[in-house]
């Protein structure tokens, strides 16, 4: 089964896609290996978070999404 990945918001002009299906499961290790360096320094800023099934991941190197979970990659939120 495959993993829904989206990058959201600026990371998706970064990313080789804004919404990708690779094969799982899908580790920290893997997420960093789809993207270019420069995504990749993005996606490992302590202000870009991880969302697996639908919860935000406190450890983003924690990730391991199962076949049919999305992944979605945050940017930072600002605003007041």
Known sequence: MTVR??????????????EMNVDGPLDWAGL???V???CADQIRSERVKI???G???LDKA???AK???????????SGG
């Open 5 to 18: 990945v989206l990058f959201l918001g600026p990371l998706s002009d970064i990313a080789p896609a804004a």
């Open 32 to 34: 960093l290996d789809l």
């Open 36 to 38: 270019s360096p420069e």
């Open 51 to 53: 969302a697996c099934a």
């Open 55 to 57: 919860k935000v991941l």
């Open 62 to 64: 924690a990730l391991h």
């Open 67 to 77: 076949g049919g979970d999305e992944v979605a990659v945050l940017p930072p939120v």
